[in-house]
């Protein structure tokens, strides 16, 4: 490895001091939703910076990172596999890819259609097959736009018993829950609220899929005074994003 850090370099106690400041925020988030023993899962996104800052999160405890360009992860899982990283793909997902993504992702967050769904089972029993991989967690990222012309991936609400049907039948799946992104504009808690509801009738279906993949660096809060139980944070963490090269 060329980019082992060293553990004092300043761009580790840059990133240490800003984990520091989101977990402080997550707990304060979560004590006042009287929550602060079930705190949620951070996953830090880390999509556009180097895979040694991924290093670097490891080396301070991080156990969870978000990717959502699978030629990106793909090449940062491979080249950190000694880091014993859980990789959670949250971008919007072409059905070629699934292959991919099933060789590395633990998690899907944008399970938004039955031909991904379909693509990623088989994918998945084929990963199994060969290497015993674990079954793939699979978040349906649900739309919270009203205006359903405007919206940037995600099942419309009504269509996500269908979709929670195929993947809980579908072997080397595991429904794992919901996920969303706020709608630019509005504020964020109707949308967590509106996506708490539609937790709450998948759960009355499924009872274990009790994940909501909600909050950003901009609306932790909201997402967590909502019922989030996966964070996923970048930019508060990492900084800003480097220009896409
Ligand atoms: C980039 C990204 C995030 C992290 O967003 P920040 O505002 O940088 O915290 C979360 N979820 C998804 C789907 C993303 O693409």
Excluded at 26 to 39: H, K, M, N, T, Y
Excluded at 109 to 131: G, N
Aim: charged residues 25%; hydrophobic residues 45%; neutral net charge.
């Amino acid at each position: 490895m060329t980019d082992a850090p060293e553990a004092g370099d300043s761009r580790t106690a840059e990133l240490a001091g800003r984990l520091v400041v989101v977990r402080r925020r997550i707990e304060a988030a979560a004590a006042a939703a009287g929550r602060e023993d079930r705190l949620p899962t951070l996953i830090v996104v880390t999509k556009f910076h180097p895979a040694a800052d991924i290093r670097r999160l490891a080396a301070l405890g991080v156990t969870d990172v978000g990717e959502n360009r699978d030629q990106e992860a793909a090449a940062k899982a491979a080249e950190l596999a000694e880091c014993g990283l859980t990789w959670h793909f949250v971008g919007q997902l072409q059905t070629k890819k699934a292959k991919s993504v099933a060789r590395y992702a633990a998690a899907v967050h944008s399970v938004d259609r039955p031909q991904l769904a379909e693509a990623l089972a088989k994918a998945v029993s084929a990963a199994r097959a060969s290497t015993g991989r674990a079954p793939l967690d699979c978040f349906i990222q649900v739309s919270l736009e009203d205006d359903a012309g405007a919206h940037r991936g995600g099942a419309v609400p009504a269509d996500v018993p269908r979709l929670a049907e195929q993947i809980a039948a579908s072997d080397g799946l595991r429904l794992a829950g919901v996920m969303a992104v706020a709608p630019l504009g509005a504020g964020p808690e109707p949308a967590f609220e509106k996506l708490a509801g539609v937790s709450a009738q998948l759960v009355a279906e499924h009872p274990a899929a009790t994940g909501i993949s909600a909050g950003m660096s901009q609306d932790l809060e909201a997402a967590i005074k909502f019922g989030a139980t996966h964070l996923r944070i970048g930019s508060d963490i990492l900084g800003s994003r480097p220009a896409v090269g």
